[in-house]
């Protein structure tokens, strides 16, 4: 009698068309990270980052030769692009097109292309008009220590969570972090781009040693810009569980209001501990769009 197979941990991995070429490229010199490495990243992290990848207009930050290379962001198609990347029209704005992907071939599509960041919009293609996120970008100016950070990002959360916003959390892979909010695709963007820049405002009147609102370098010495900005048409953020075009390999990372602390800074996450993170704790973002909320009033 032929024993059963032990069922499985995880769903069978999806599979996987895209050929990719010179898969033993180096990507992040220093963290060893190559091509093939980055598709495995983006395999594993599939049902995580596809519903906020799918149906969306995409940024890329593509680097050929790796992150010491020349950079290219893109927002627009171009010749000799993997053939599992779309180009759709931009439905509100006919003549424009933007790239975006449908599947995990879609995705593995951009890793040929040599994207090494993916910054979807705040909005689908299908309600394009009318974001599904906020997302508060927090940037740190020259001096600003990481505690000062954490506290930015629970004063953000707490505004946001009294206008009755259901507030997630990731590092951005770079310098900062990001405070996110789903929203009910129903306000469109100029009135969302209002509620940020006031939320923002407020927070840089209240506080004016700790925070401003406007992107004038002079002013941000010593404090944090809360980049609100992320919320207009067209603007984009990185993607929850994009790689960053940085050294380490780091990738932008949810988690959770209970993890925020002196231990786990910006990059803490990369590609080569990620795996490890995801084998041992539940994705912090798992309900992000069933929280979703409407744009709170005022
Ligand atoms: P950090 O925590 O270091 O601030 P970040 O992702 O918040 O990381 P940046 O990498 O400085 O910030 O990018 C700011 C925003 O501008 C990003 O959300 C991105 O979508 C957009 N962006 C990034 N690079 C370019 C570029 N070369 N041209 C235009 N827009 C860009
Ligand atoms: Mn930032
Ligand atoms: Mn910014």
């Given at each position: 009698v032929r024993e059963a197979a032990?069922?499985?941990?995880?769903?069978?991995?999806p599979k996987r068309t895209v050929r990719l070429t010179h898969p033993d490229r180096i990507y992040w010199p220093e963290a060893g990270v190559t091509k093939a490495g980055l598709a495995d990243h983006y395999a594993e992290v599939w049902p995580l980052i596809a519903p906020h990848l799918v149906g969306r207009p995409l940024a890329l930050l593509r680097c050929p030769d790796g992150i010491d290379g020349q950079q290219f962001f893109q927002k627009h198609g171009w010749k000799g692009?993997?053939?599992r990347i779309l180009t759709p029209q931009d439905p509100g704005d006919p003549g424009e097109s933007v790239i975006a992907i449908a599947d995990l071939d879609g995705l593995l599509g951009l890793v040929q292309s040599a994207a090494l960041e993916i910054h979807p919009w705040g909005s689908t293609l299908a309600q394009i008009e009318t974001p599904d996120r906020i997302v508060m970008d927090l940037d740190p100016g020259e001096g600003v220590d990481w505690p000062q950070m954490i506290a930015a990002a629970r004063d953000v959360r707490e505004r946001m969570e009294q206008a009755g916003l259901a507030v997630f959390l990731k590092t951005s892979g770079g310098k900062g972090l990001h405070v996110v909010a789903p929203l009910k695709p129903q306000a469109k963007w100029p009135a969302v781009k209002a509620w940020c820049q006031s939320l923002a405002r407020a927070m840089a009147a209240d506080q004016p040693d700790r925070y401003v609102a406007t992107i004038a370098k002079a002013k941000r010495k010593g404090r944090i810009l809360v980049d609100y900005l992320r919320n207009q048409r067209g603007a984009t953020a990185v993607a929850p569980w994009s790689t960053r075009a940085r050294p380490g390999a780091a990738v932008s990372t949810p988690i959770t209001w209970e993890e925020l602390g002196p231990e786990i800074g910006p990059a803490h996450f990369t590609v080569l501990n990620l795996p490890a993170r995801l084998a041992a704790v539940t994705d912090p973002w798992a309900d992000f769009f069933a929280r979703a909320r409407p744009l709170p009033k005022g």
């Open positions: 032990p069922p499985a941990k995880t769903a069978p991995e692009m993997n053939g």
